[in-house]
């Protein structure tokens, strides 16, 4: 089964971080994303730009409106993302358990919605 994990982390606190810790960090991030390629378990993946660089989009009476950045302001934004193939809820949880930023953030599991063609 395909999950999604999310990952959110405080923006803020990775800008105050010292380079230092910083770079321990995106280390532990490199060692994750090659072990996780190597069970097997990784079907994709990449980390965001920070979240002032984002636009969201609606549509509303068929009128396009844009505004810059994420739509809610929260302590926490997504800054990136894995796609992963676990056995099921519990394999997915000790995957996203060893993505480093579990530890500073959080990381939001969620199932792939599987359609079958008809």
Same mark, same amino acid.
């Given at each position: 089964?395909?999950?999604?994990?999310?990952?959110?982390?405080?923006?803020? $606190?990775?800008? *105050?971080?010292? *380079?230092?810790? =910083?770079?321990?960090?995106?280390?532990?991030?490199? %060692?994750? &994303? !090659?072990?996780? *390629?190597? =069970?097997?378990?990784?079907?994709?993946?990449? %980390?965001?730009?920070? =979240? #002032? &660089? $984002?636009? /969201?989009?609606?549509?509303?009476?068929?009128?396009?409106? &844009? /505004?810059?950045? #994420?739509?809610? !302001?929260?302590?926490?934004?997504?800054?990136?993302?894995?796609?992963?193939? %676990?056995?099921?809820?519990?394999?997915?949880?000790?995957?996203? $358990?060893?993505?480093? =930023? %579990?530890?500073?953030?959080?990381? !939001?599991?969620? #199932?792939?919605?599987?359609?079958?063609?008809?």
């Amino acid at each position: 089964m395909r999950y999604l994990c999310l990952i959110y982390d405080n923006e803020q $606190a990775w800008e *105050k971080m010292p *380079k230092e810790e =910083s770079d321990a960090v995106f280390g532990e991030y490199f %060692a994750f &994303t !090659e072990g996780i *390629k190597q =069970s097997g378990k990784h079907l994709g993946g990449q %980390a965001l730009q920070p =979240s #002032p &660089t $984002a636009t /969201t989009v609606r549509v509303r009476n068929r009128k396009v409106t &844009t /505004t810059d950045g #994420p739509f809610a !302001e929260t302590k926490e934004q997504l800054g990136g993302y894995y796609l992963i193939n %676990a056995n099921d809820l519990n394999d997915a949880i000790q995957v996203a $358990a060893k993505i480093p =930023s %579990a530890r500073y953030g959080s990381v !939001e599991i969620r #199932p792939i919605m599987e359609f079958t063609s008809m």
